[in-house]
């Protein structure tokens, strides 16, 4: 079938929105019109090239959309169901079984490989291979191929159009605060970076009951944003010292630290912001090959750890369910983060994102044919 699709042909540079071909679902393949999809720092990082993607290649891993068609042995999703696409994995590793799947043993081949494990892409032109299958989905499109293990149904009276950052950016944050942090009553909590990742984060610990929680930005925008959804303190750290002010705030430091910049510096803030046992959880995406440099005297001799964590660490088909309950009850306003683009402002969407103009970009469909 003919579709429109955002393609990245070189780094740095802008998207072409052209008409291409997509091949039907396969065994356990599913077809999926886009309603609406977010842009993620990831999507621009691989643009980029932090991580050696094949281009040309359609971006995209968080689409939401309507099932048009399945493929044979597919189960988990009917025609006209309303879902959401998120993260790919092999589903036969130890930790996949292990219900880890965010540690996939071949993650990256799932995600980041351009194609399907056996090479071929679903997308094609008549000039030369397109390179697809990007986080099981390359969702910058109308239409889009996905598999049973990256799509996740969900209740149809929720604004479909808004869920698709659940699939990966605002899961990370609020799942690292939940399922790995497992932040609790009484907690404190530094955010460094108050992005839409970091400030799911804060809507997620202030659900769980942290009491003293401190955003770390740059932008006062942000800031202000943050204390609105949950923040009791926040720090500029461009007038700032960091660390020196969440001494002043708590005495010893906080127990727990969220990192979302993925910037060696930052990281180091905030492993010296921690209390003793505290815990640092870093979801950045630095550039491969990116080093930190800690004292080792600070971190063994007080308990202190620091923790990597992808997708945080979720079961997409209870978190991302479990997210959009919290929403439709008013407890997790994540709408509050995203500005709406039409499909064929995309590069726009990304400039805004890049610059930090806007929080979370979504690229609607509806005015593609």
Do not use: W
Not at 175 to 187: F, H, M, Q, R, T
Not at 290 to 314: F, K, N, P, W, Y
Not at 322 to 344: H, N, R, S, V
């Amino acid at each position: 079938m003919k579709i429109s699709a955002a393609v990245t042909r070189a780094v740095e540079s802008s998207m072409t929105i052209e008409q291409l071909e997509l091949e039907e679902p396969r065994a356990d393949e599913i077809l999926v019109r886009l309603v609406a999809t977010g842009v993620c720092h990831t999507d621009i990082a691989m643009r980029d090239q932090a991580y050696p993607v094949p281009q040309p290649i359609v971006l995209g891993h968080e689409g939401a959309g309507v099932v048009e068609a399945i493929g044979a042995g597919v189960s988990k999703v009917s025609p006209g169901d309303h879902v959401v696409m998120t993260y790919n994995s092999c589903g036969h590793c130890p930790c996949c079984i292990d219900d880890a799947a965010t540690y996939c043993h071949d993650f990256f081949g799932y995600n980041f490989a351009g194609g399907r494990p056996d090479g071929s892409s679903p997308i094609s032109n008549d000039d030369s291979p397109i390179h697809g299958n990007f986080f099981g989905q390359s969702s910058f499109a109308t239409h889009s191929i996905c598999h049973e293990r990256n799509i996740v149904k969900v209740r149809d009276d929720a604004p479909l159009e808004l869920l698709g950052p659940l699939a990966c950016g605002v899961q990370t944050g609020a799942g690292a605060i939940i399922n790995v942090l497992e932040i609790g009553v009484g907690a404190t909590l530094a955010v460094f970076g108050t992005g839409s990742v970091g400030l799911s984060g804060v809507m997620a610990a202030r659900l769980m009951g942290a009491t003293t929680i401190i955003g770390i930005d740059l932008n006062d925008d942000r800031l202000v944003l943050a204390k609105k959804l949950g923040c009791t303190h926040t720090i500029n750290a461009s007038g700032e010292n960091p660390v020196e002010r969440i001494m002043e705030i708590t005495g010893t430091g906080v127990d727990f630290c969220f990192e979302t910049t993925g910037a060696p510096a930052v990281i180091r803030q905030a492993m010296e912001s921690l209390t003793l046992r505290g815990t640092c959880g870093i979801v950045g995406a630095s550039p491969i090959g990116t080093e930190i440099s800690l004292d080792v005297v600070h971190l063994m001799t007080a308990g202190r750890s620091i923790r990597g964590i992808v997708e945080g660490e979720s079961n997409p088909d209870i978190f991302i369910p479990a997210l959009i309950d919290l929403y439709m009850q008013g407890q997790f306003p994540f709408d509050k983060l995203i500005t709406f683009y039409p499909f064929e402002d995309i590069n726009q969407a990304i400039d805004d994102s890049e610059s930090g103009k806007v929080l979370k970009s979504v690229v609607r469909m509806n005015n593609v044919e």
